[in-house]
């Protein structure tokens, strides 16, 4: 109870810690921006590959989009990366020693987002590393 | 106290909060309880006699809802008996070919579309306000109409099998057996199930809106139940999954009714389209299907092992890791269609990732069982079969997830085994077990111990004697969807077994039916917490109350219950908000999404017929087109479209008889809200996120034939009128100007320019309607799919632009008639924003019907 003093709401501005942590600086959809670079990750490569196979086949030949494809998924593994040591930052688990956030406190709802959007960056990295194995292993449309 | 000039949409909450232990610790006297009771309960009073059907509350709503969706799935199961006996002896003559094509057909539509989403709909109607503390969904006449809309849609298609008239190309309706199909049972699939479709996706926008806003005060994001987690994901799931079905149900209609060649490979059609379509929709079903039936695990799992769940952040990592990771998945249906291999790869790949999130969950529910001291109790036995089992479906689900391994086994019995494995382990077991669990809760009665084991035992033998058995009859080679076989290949005595249990199951079932609903009235008084649960849904009262919370609770912690001593005496005692009926309106508390902030109090709405009679409606639009009867169908549209008018218009954003209320504790609330803080436009937000991925689904379609067809758009084609494209483009963009420009002027008390702004837009919206119909007039949808898709894009956004020109007029006749002020602008919000996406879909389909076809 008496860390939720912490955000008393509608008052004068906080500060401090409590600003840190205000609701305003939070976003639900922050914890989805790793599985969204999934997401996109793997529709540019299947469309890719697709409109390659069907249509360009014969334009030129597919190792130059397997590169192309293997580069753009380099990239957004440093951005997974990047994102999911932002959320580790978060979550700040080496200065409290808090693994899990239960309290209704701004900080440990802002710590526990931090743990989940880390979590899901972990998940989102290897399944683009999954999805990224038939580029490295397959040559040929067929 | 408030300034009059400031739109009471911008007003905020004024007082104390959070609550301070002093003001918790203060009695209410007796006499005010004794009033406000009565306030809220008159407020809340279910309607009696054969006005009872009036009713939406949650309670009674969600009640109904299950039932139906049960008694649905009994019909399918009975289907499937019929299909178990047909296959006993080989060369069976019980049931034609014909009737089979129609039992698999509707036992698989049936189990999905009449029950397995549904029921998901129907608990979370039932049990989520409970568990945030809320008195109802935000819109319960929504929760009503979509009630309604299943009910006539799920007769209406579950019905057809009497008249031997039902669909029968299988679940998936794959053309060009579907679209060839005489007969009247692939329409009545289409229209049938799209009108549920719809029901769901109604189901889903208040769950969402339910889950992120209604939430008690303080039930910060990270504290808030693991089921209202699974709720927003799979709420958002069905928003992108459902529309690319109900775009590709609208083209496949389109071909059915009008000879539109979009699935029809001789005129530039593809059927590959329509898998596609329908698998993007059909895999993220299937953990539709299974999240939220595992959410009622992640309630069950902490009651029993009488401690905290471990891993609450894995649970939610897992939830929407799955959530996103199902999306990837679609393919694995079509790995013998002919795709590049390395095209399969990419979904096998991702097929085999989900697994690492759906894993998790599991897992951490089996630590939270090893850390606790676990009680052995009937709703844990059900649990613990469905962990059993969906481990097993899982399993095979890993094997059938390579390719290769696939080929060998696609459509055989070894899938129909995988299925069922996951559909039991991960729906129908955790269901049950929650039925057992909640019944408590939302009956005030206890089922019976002795019964429930009876059934579970049933169940669970009777299952593995079916299914298990299937892997092999697979692997022997024994096809699915084939109503008989030939004898002396080794697979009579395995087709036996499965008989013999699935009527073991259907035992087990009769005994679990009847404990439901045999009367109760001996039954002594059920204790209050009967399982020893720590979230909300155990601070119901018993005898059973309507008002849903006696007083809206501050929340601070994951087990109120356990870790919030005086928090059930405080709520009964009406200490907390909203304790009071005063004006005799039923009201909600709404708050903000990340912590739950007290922002609004909310006017929920009461008993109506219209609700019924928009439902009745609305099914007559889908139903009669079964028929190619389109004048009543034309007509029941119209009926609904003012149904639904008269609904919006009379209990909806009026505004308030004053601005700001006192809730209790020292917190006064807006009574009124516009914008991103009201509810419906969220409702708004929400419901367009899902029709722009429908219009992105034909977009998506453009460019499929473009890739799958040498010739799209055929050489030489005829293109759509570049100057009547670009004509009508222009209309839609200023008519979506002028929208948002009256709103500004609206809110700026320039009521005339405003009004004068919302007259000219209709205008100019329908004459970029007409623009549109002539740009395509002189292409032949009949001849090739090319013109048929550019006509199909039209229809598309001519009917949302009527549906654009209603709500402009709607916002006309509010400010003429006192609704909508400078003040009270709500409806104008919530129009804008339909014009933002309907803005953008007339720019999109200008350039694909206008530019795109050029440069292809």
Not at chain 2, 313 to 326: E, K
Not at chain 2, 472 to 491: A, C, D, K
Not at chain 2, 520 to 536: E, F, H, M, S, V
Not at chain 2, 546 to 552: H, T
Request: proline content about 6%; glycine content about 8%; hydrophobic content about 50%.
């Amino acid at each position: 109870m008496d860390r939720d003093d912490h955000d008393r709401e509608p008052q004068p501005q906080p500060h401090g810690d409590e600003r840190e942590f205000s609701e305003e600086r939070e976003s639900l959809w922050r914890i989805a921006f790793a599985p969204t670079i999934w997401a996109f990750h793997f529709i540019i490569s299947y469309a890719a590959v697709s409109v390659y196979c069907f249509k360009f086949g014969a334009l030129f030949d597919m190792n130059t989009l397997r590169f192309a494809l293997i580069a753009m998924t380099a990239l957004m593994l440093a951005a997974i990366a990047w994102i999911g040591w932002r959320a580790f930052l978060r979550w700040d688990v080496r200065d409290t020693g808090e693994f899990t956030n239960p309290e209704g406190s701004a900080e440990d709802r802002h710590q526990f987002l931090g743990h989940a959007g880390f979590l899901l960056a972990i998940v989102s990295f290897i399944g683009v590393v999954y999805d990224t194995l038939p580029l490295i292993l397959l040559g040929s449309c067929r | 106290m408030t300034d009059r000039q400031i739109p009471a949409g911008d007003l905020m909450a004024e007082g104390v909060y959070p609550p301070t232990e002093e003001m918790l610790n203060e009695p209410v006297p007796e006499e005010v309880q004794k009033r406000q009771k009565e306030n809220l309960r008159k407020a809340w009073k279910t309607p009696d006699g054969w006005r009872y059907w009036t009713a939406v509350n949650n309670s009674e709503v969600g009640a109904w809802y299950t039932m139906t969706a049960f008694v649905f799935m009994l019909i399918a199961g009975v289907m499937a008996l019929l299909m178990r006996l047909q296959l006993w002896v080989p060369e069976n003559d019980l049931i034609s070919a014909d009737m089979f094509n129609q039992l698999f057909t509707m036992h698989g539509s049936a189990m999905m579309f009449l029950f397995a989403v549904p029921m998901f709909e129907a608990i979370s109607i039932l049990i989520l306000p409970a568990f945030l503390g809320a008195r109802d969904m935000p819109f319960p006449r929504l929760s009503a109409y979509g009630y309604w809309a299943f009910l006539i849609g799920g007769i209406f298609v579950i019905g057809s099998i009497l008249f031997s008239a039902a669909p029968k190309a299988g679940w998936f309706m794959y053309p060009p057996l579907a679209t060839i199909e005489l007969g009247i049972g692939s329409d009545i699939w289409l229209l049938g199930l799209s009108f549920i479709e719809i029901a769901s996706i109604a189901a889903a926008v208040e769950l969402i809106v339910g889950a992120l806003k209604c939430r008690p005060p303080g039930m910060r994001v990270n504290v808030m139940p693991l089921y209202a987690w699974y709720v927003l994901v799979v709420g958002g799931m069905i928003l992108f999954a459902f529309p690319p079905l109900i775009a590709g149900d609208f083209l496949f209609e389109l071909e059915r009714s009008f000879d539109w060649p979009f699935f029809d490979h001789t005129r530039g059609g593809d059927p590959m389209l329509w898998q596609h379509l329908f698998w993007i929709f059909g895999h993220p079903e299937v953990y539709i299907i299974f999240l939220p039936s595992i959410a009622i695990a992640a309630m069950i799992v902490p009651t029993v092992a009488r401690r905290p769940i471990l891993g609450y952040s894995w649970i939610v990592l897992s939830a929407v890791g799955t959530g996103f990771l199902s999306f990837g998945l679609w393919v694995h249906h079509m790995y013998t269609t002919g795709l590049p291999n390395i095209s399969l790869g990419f979904f096998s790949a991702a097929s085999e990732a989900v697994v690492i999130p759906t894993g998790i969950q599991l897992f951490a529910f089996v630590a939270t069982l090893i850390a606790g001291r676990v009680k052995m109790t009937l709703p844990m036995l059900w649990i613990a079969g469905a962990l059993a089992i969906f481990t097993a479906g899982g399993l095979t689900g890993v094997m059938v997830a390579v390719a290769p391994f696939d080929w060998q086994v696609h459509d055989t019995y070894f899938i129909v085994a995988h299925l069922h494995y996951t559909l039991f382990g991960g729906m129908v077991f955790p269901v049950i077990a929650g039925v057992y669990y909640f019944f408590p809760f939302f009956r005030k009665k206890m089922l019976s111990e002795r019964l429930g084991r009876w059934a579970f035992w049933l169940i669970f033998t009777g299952f593995n004697v079916t299914f298990l058995p299937m892997h092999l009859t697979g692997l022997l080679g024994m096809p699915r969807r084939v109503y008989t076989y030939p004898g002396g290949l080794g697979i009579d005595w395995l087709n036996q077994i499965s008989t013999v249990g699935a009527f073991v199951i259907a035992a087990g079932f009769a005994i679990f039916a009847w404990d439901i609903v045999r009367p109760k009235k001996d039954q002594p008084q059920i204790a209050r917490n009967p399982w020893g649960g720590g979230t909300l849904e155990w601070s119901h009262e018993i005898p059973e109350t309507k008002w849903g919370v006696r007083s809206i609770p501050h929340i601070t912690t994951r087990y109120p219950l356990w870790d919030q001593p005086k928090l059930v005496e405080r709520m009964d005692a009406g200490r907390y908000y909203l304790p009071d009926a005063e004006e005799g309106y039923r009201e909600t508390i709404v708050t903000s999404v990340i912590d739950a902030r007290p922002i609004q109090v909310q006017r929920v709405t009461g008993p109506a017929y219209i609700t019924i009679m928009a439902a009745a409606f609305t099914g007559g639009a889908f139903i009669f087109p079964t028929f190619h009867l389109y004048t009543p169908a034309i007509i029941c549209a119209a009926f609904a479209v003012v149904s639904i008018i008269y609904w919006l218009w009379t209990t909806t954003a009026r505004p308030p008889e004053k601005d700001m209320k006192d809730v209790g504790l020292g917190l006064s609330l807006p009574t009124y809200a516009a914008g991103p803080q009201a509810v419906g436009w969220w409702a708004v937000w929400i419901t367009m996120l899902g029709d722009a991925t429908a219009f992105a689904s034909l977009v998506f379609g453009v460019f499929f034939y473009w890739t799958s067809n040498t010739a799209f758009p055929p050489p030489g084609a005829e293109h759509a009128s570049g100057l009547f494209v670009a004509l009508a483009t222009a209309a839609f963009a200023l008519s979506w100007a002028l929208t948002r420009g009256a709103r500004s002027l609206n809110r700026a008390g320039r009521v005339g320019l405003a009004r004068a702004a919302l007259a000219a837009a209709p205008l100019l919206t329908l004459s970029g309607m007409g623009g549109f119909i002539l740009s395509v007039l002189d292409l032949d949808p009949t001849s090739h799919v090319y013109p048929a898709m550019m006509w199909a894009l039209m229809v598309w956004v001519v009917a949302h632009g009527i549906a654009g020109t209603i709500m402009q007029l709607y916002c006309l006749a509010g400010s003429l008639f006192g609704k909508l002020t400078p003040r009270y602008d709500a409806d104008l919000w919530n129009v804008t924003l339909f014009w933002h996406f309907l803005g953008l879909t007339a720019l999109v389909t200008g350039a694909m019907i206008g530019l795109v076809p050029r440069m292809m």
